[in-house]
């Protein structure tokens, strides 16, 4: 299982990005599809999911900024990323599980496969 994230780069405050997930390979009915970011020097924290049934939830602090989609046919997921801070500059990445469809964010360790990460620069 591969998964390849896009879409990161360097965009001013206030500006907006949009991210790209897309998983390959053996696995089937991905059961949530989750956004985290990893700031420099900090813990990787979640930023959003969603489930195979659409169910989303945000961290606080993307809620009403950012939006998380996918495609189930495509097995894509999307993190719209509007009204960006210089806060909000980390590497991002996805990840999937196809054994639990998530209610809340879940830590790191919940997740099975994960992209490779990409950059998100917000200047000031």
């Known amino acids: 299982v591969q998964l390849q994230a896009s879409g990161g780069g360097l965009v001013q405050a206030g500006g907006s990005l949009r991210l790209s997930c897309a998983a390959s390979g053996n696995i089937l009915g991905i059961k949530t599809m989750g956004w985290y970011r990893q700031a420099p020097g900090e813990e990787r924290v979640p930023v959003a999911s969603?489930?195979?049934?659409?169910?989303?939830n945000y961290a606080d602090f993307v809620k009403g900024r950012f939006t998380i989609s996918r495609d189930n046919a495509k097995r894509t997921v999307d993190l719209q990323m509007n009204s960006l801070k210089p806060d909000d500059t980390a590497v991002y990445y996805c990840?999937?599980?196809?054994?639990?469809?998530?209610?809340?964010?879940?830590?790191?360790?919940?997740?099975?496969?994960w992209g490779q990460g990409t950059q998100v620069t917000v200047s000031s």
């Open positions: 969603i489930t195979l049934e659409h169910s989303t």
């Open positions: 990840a999937v599980t196809p054994r639990v469809a998530y209610s809340a964010l879940a830590a790191p360790s919940s997740y099975d496969y």
